[in-house]
Each structure stands twice: as C-alpha cells, then as structure tokens.
C-alpha cells in the first residue's frame, strides 16, 4: 500500500486546514486508516484514526473537539479536518494504513503502511 499525504501548508493560530491522504496498491475500503505527527525534538505521537467503514473513530485528546476524520472509500482517501489550530500542532503530519483495528496498536504507533509526511505549521 502507498500512502500519499497532501494539504500541509503555514496558517495562523485559530484556522483550519484539511489534510488527505491517497491510497493505492491495496484495498482500501478494509484498511485502518491513520494520522499521526512529528513536532521537532519529539517523538511521533497518535492524532486519530478511523476504520474500514468509517463507523468507528479515534482521538488523541488534545485534538478532540477541533480535529475530524473521516473517509471516502470511493476515492481511496482518508481525511483530517483541523480546526481551531494551534501553535502546538506544528508538526509533520502522516498518515499510515493497517489491515486492522486494534486501539492499542495504533495508539502505540504500530501501523504496516506509512506515506510521507506533509508539514503543518502554525503561527501565534
């Protein structure tokens, strides 16, 4: 599976900007779907992740609230929503792929398919 990440881009603090990302290579409407990040000097760390049939979601908690994922399976592609962004969402942002659901696993960072990363910075 190849995962592709777009829509990083430099906004000021309290806008939005909505992230994709482009599967190919594999089925895609039965992935686990991911986003994750890497802020400078940090560990990569969990953001949200969503299931096969887009009925089942999960957040790291400084984004609830603000971030959405969400999915469109006739497209290959997974979203991220951000809203209300804030200086310490600055980060690299990807998105990963796995054949299952398991919370634990992707909370831990233990996804098959990674893409690249798309950078996300936020100004005060």
């Known amino acids: 599976v190849q995962l592709q990440a777009s829509g990083g881009g430099l906004v000021q603090a309290g806008d939005s900007l909505r992230l994709s990302c482009a599967a190919s290579?594999?089925?895609?409407?039965?992935?686990?779907m991911g986003w994750f990040r890497q802020a400078p000097g940090k560990e990569r760390e969990f953001v949200a992740a969503?299931?096969?049939?887009?009925?089942?979601?999960a957040y790291e908690d400084s984004v609830k609230g603000r971030f959405t994922i969400s999915r469109d399976n006739a497209k290959d592609t997974v979203y991220l929503q951000m809203n209300s962004l804030k200086p310490e969402d600055t980060a690299v942002y990807y998105c990963?792929?796995?054949?299952?659901?398991?919370?634990?696993?992707?909370?831990?960072?233990?996804?098959?398919?990674w893409g690249k990363g798309t950078q996300v910075t936020v100004s005060s």
């Open positions: 290579g594999g089925t895609f409407s039965t992935l686990t």
């Open positions: 969503i299931a096969w049939s887009g009925g089942i979601t």
């Open positions: 990963a792929a796995d054949l299952y659901y398991n919370d634990y696993a992707f909370r831990g960072g233990n996804m098959d398919h």
